[in-house]
T-cell receptor, first 110, second 113 residues
């Protein structure tokens, strides 16, 4: 079983819909990361969380440490949000190595 | 622009050929990493360097070597390329403390035929 599990694997929605992507993990962590990968391939760091909630524009990331679960929400989704969203963790022992989920492919239809 | 620069962006090799992927960061980060990304799998760590002068194996190091040339540069070498090394390779860097995030390079798409 992977240490990081994401759901759903694929998500298609209409423009304007509220989007939720989920991430569950099975080990103690020092931080959880949400990353975005566009079709061109580049990876951009969206959030790094160790507790609570963070917001940047239309994106909101939450984490529940006790339940080992995080969600990424997108409000008022737009076709330019179409990308692969990747959850990753750094464990609470050792160094800064990331362990990645397999990603959620989001497609927003105009 | 500050960030992580990877070269080349694309490469086709024949089985048995060697090549070096270059990575440089200008953010004064301590830690650098090489990951590979394969369809249906999450990115997997090949090697990392927690600081200048140190390197350590990651999850999938076989067939690769690395050099942390200085604080800025971290190269990945394939000594004898195999088709199983066909992948997209990403270099990344981080400050090295747990409160900070990562910066990724734009990736190298490598095909071994």
């Amino acid at each position: 079983k992977n240490e990081v599990e994401q759901s759903p694997q694929n998500l298609t929605a209409q423009e304007g819909e509220f989007i939720t992507i989920n991430c569950s993990y099975s080990v103690g962590i020092s931080a959880l990361h949400w990353l975005q990968q566009h079709p061109g391939g580049g990876i951009v760091s969206l959030f790094m969380l160790s507790s609570g909630k963070k917001k940047h524009g239309r994106l909101i990331a939450t984490i529940n440490i006790q339940e080992k679960h995080s969600s990424l929400h997108i409000t008022a989704s737009h076709p330019r949000d179409s990308a692969v969203y990747i959850c990753a963790i750094t464990s609470n022992f050792g160094n800064e190595k990331l362990t990645f989920g397999t990603g959620t492919r989001l497609t927003i239809i105009p | 622009n500050a960030g992580v620069t990877q070269t080349p962006k694309f490469q086709v090799l024949k089985t048995g050929q060697s090549m070096t992927l270059q990575c440089a960061q200008d953010m004064n980060h301590n830690s650098m990493y090489w990951y590979r990304q394969d369809p249906g799998m999450g990115l997997r760590l090949i090697y990392y360097s927690a600081s200048e002068g140190t390197t350590d194996k990651g999850e999938v190091p076989n067939g690769y070597n690395v050099s942390r040339l200085n604080k800025r540069e971290f190269s990945l070498r394939l000594e004898s390329a195999a088709p199983s090394q066909t992948s997209v390779y990403f270099c990344a860097s981080s400050v090295g403390y747990r409160a900070y995030g990562y910066t990724f390079g734009s990736g190298t798409r490598l095909t071994v035929v």
